[in-house]
């Protein structure tokens, strides 16, 4: 059984607003599966909050995971 | 309910230019939701609108968010 | 009314040649609309027309663009 | 007959957890194969686990390949 | 009239291998036209053909320009 | 003719083991044809493989790649 089994049981969400959550975390939980120490995580968490490139890098892995769950959901037109 | 209900309602849009200021309020809400202390991205702000790689940087999301507008819209094809 | 309605009225383009012109402007204008002190965007051209990498990310960027442009236009299969 | 044959027999998953475990598999087998020395990438291990961007790098390669993984699972949409 | 009209009559080619060269000559033009002199193009080369984080880069954009490619020609499936 | 023309006859693969081998020969061919010295590229293969930042930036390019492979081969799904 997958780690993301309980994290991600589908792509399909009802509104775009949830698909861009579970966009993020998505993101998250891949750092977290690299990086299983919570506590390095927190110390780590104040390196790239205060640093825009860090936030820009975040904010662009949640644009490519958000495209893959846009499409998984036809764009949620209706 | 989720943080983005009210700022992304819908991915569809009347035109292209509407479709782009919806790709660049999306990548600036994640932001402001992974840094919510407006105080500090007001700082960071300044660090970044006067350095070109970042500055590329945050358009190359841009880029990358369009890319799912558009397909969401059809590209406007009319 | 959106900061580039009169920019991007459409995405549709006779030629390949034109969606290129289009990508590029595209990327110039989510510059622009972050940065819109012309005068700083003029100095801050010296840094990266004079550096490999700072270019590197801008053709990258216009590479984003145009996959966009050109799915709009079909690949102008004709 | 080819290095990958008995780590991806298919793209094809029974979930998107288990696309996602597959995602994170074929990163990190394309890195073991650039560099097949167990005990160097052992030590690179440490570089990356503890800096945000090199996470985060690691993070945007997962998503890439997971969205190819969920296209070919037509997005688990069942 | 575009600057590219010349260069990139249509996106078809014949060939995977031609429309891999293709997306290098794009790639090369588009940073043609964002540093116009010849010159410090020829000095910039010297940058990047020696560092490979550069010339990553540059591999890095011909997938992209690549992927449009292929997609416009069905990906030469025949 | 094209350089590529023996390298990259076609895109379709018999399974997703050999498109990732594709992929991987794609990025290389690619640094190859724009640093053609062996020498070099030889000297500099020392400087990514030790280094976590220049290997995951490779692992990005092949994840690209392998996206338009899949894409050509319709995912395998046989």
Not at 3 to 6: E, G, I, K, P, V
Not at 52 to 59: I, K
């Given at each position: 059984m997958s780690?993301?089994?309980?994290l991600?049981?589908?792509l399909i969400t009802e509104t775009p607003a949830e698909g861009r959550e579970l966009a993020m975390m998505m993101a998250r939980k891949t750092i977290a599966s690299i990086q299983?120490?919570?506590e390095v995580r927190g110390a780590l968490r104040g390196d790239?909050?205060?640093d825009?490139?860090?936030?820009?890098?975040?904010?662009h892995i949640v644009?490519?995971?958000?495209?893959t769950i846009a499409a998984a959901?036809?764009?949620w037109r209706g």
């Open positions: 780690l993301f089994t309980d991600i049981p589908t299983p120490d919570a790239y909050a205060d825009t490139e860090q936030l820009m890098h975040a904010a644009a490519v995971e958000f495209q959901n036809n764009y």
